[in-house]
């Protein structure tokens, strides 16, 4: 995938804004509905978000430090990495989603939760968006970051955003459906 800088930028900006939109939707809904499960092994709509703000734990503050220490500048053209871009398409919301099995320490499954848990996770789209705008000036190929699965694996920045925030889409569409409102949820 091949792709102008600015309009790899603009386009995540855009699903982040909308998945801001959508959490500020579920929030308006009560506590009894937020944490409802369809099955005992399902998530439901707060631990959707929980396991979204653990991702944002360490997602965040990597990105942050790689855009502190940048001396990279910014190119005209993104291009995906082999690995980064099937993690990124992997995550991306579709009607052929394939479940895929969460690791321990990011699984919420079981978490006595409140509806903080969506305004943390509204905080860290803020710092998202922020971040998004501070790498406009940075190399989106040539910067690195780390991924929370291994210390020795490392992404482009433009494929560690699509990851994160895609994965940020899919389970915001998880919590709409926990609720059985998938059919409020509007694509970006």
Known sequence: MKIASDKLIEDLIKRTRHNIAQAEKLRTRSLADLNEKRTPTSWSALECLEHLNLYGDFYLPEIKTRLSNNQTTAEPLFKAGILGNYFANAMLPSENMHKMKTFKDKNPN????????????????EQLLELLERSRKFSL???????????????????????????????????????????EFKAA
């Open 141 to 183: 190929n040539k910067t690195k970051t780390a991924v929370s699965i291994s210390k020795f694996i490392k992404l482009k920045l433009g494929d560690t955003f699509r990851v994160l925030i895609y994965h940020n889409q899919r389970h915001i569409l998880q919590a709409y459906k926990a609720v059985g409102a998938e059919a």
């Open 110 to 125: 079981g978490s006595s939760l409140r509806k903080t848990c969506i305004d943390r996770f509204l905080s860290q789209q």
